[in-house]
């Protein structure tokens, strides 16, 4: 088809589609673990800040997620036993996460897939183009007049 050429050529677009498969290829390899990316993001944030009352508030601002969507996130992660809710006894509405033994194993197994995931990257390209892509990436998706 005619299109084929336009996005192959054109760089936006193809930087869609290898996200795509990026995302595609994680949550494949996260679903062994009943988890998808944005889940494991949440319990590996959970678990870089254990010792911490964390709220899902903080989660929503840290990875810009609506409210429902980091309940939803939570909610799963309870059921599976990775987490646990706190009520907190300062603050009658509010309740912290806590993480369970078993949230803690698993978090470890992906630290080291996200980890692994990024050492791929990083043996492919150097630091510096790494870093020159991360800054184009930024460059373009900044709006006119805010950067």
């Given amino acids: 088809m005619k299109i084929t050429k ?30 998808n990316i944005s889940q ?7 678990f870089s800040e254990e010792g911490r009352d ?9 990875f810009g997620l609506t409210k429902g969507a980091i309940s939803q996130g939570i909610s799963h992660l309870e059921s599976l036993g990775l ?3 706190k009520a907190d006894l300062k ?11 078993k949230g803690r194993n698993v978090s470890l197994k992906l630290v080291a897939y996200f980890e692994k995931s990024q050492q791929k990257v990083e043996r492919t ?7 020159r892509f991360l800054s184009t ?3 373009v998706t900044t709006p006119q007049g805010h950067a």
């Fill in 6 to 35: 336009f996005l192959l050529e054109n760089p936006s677009l193809r930087i869609l589609d290898a996200a795509s498969k990026i995302e595609l290829k994680m949550n494949l390899d996260l679903s062994a673990h009943s988890l």
């Fill in 40 to 46: 494991s993001l949440m319990l590996v944030a959970l």
């Fill in 54 to 62: 964390i709220r899902s508030k903080e989660l929503s601002a840290v």
């Fill in 83 to 85: 987490i646990k809710r």
């Fill in 91 to 101: 603050d009658r509405q509010g309740t912290s996460l806590q993480m369970t033994d």
């Fill in 125 to 131: 390209l150097s630091s510096g183009k790494v870093s």
């Fill in 137 to 139: 990436i930024e460059a």
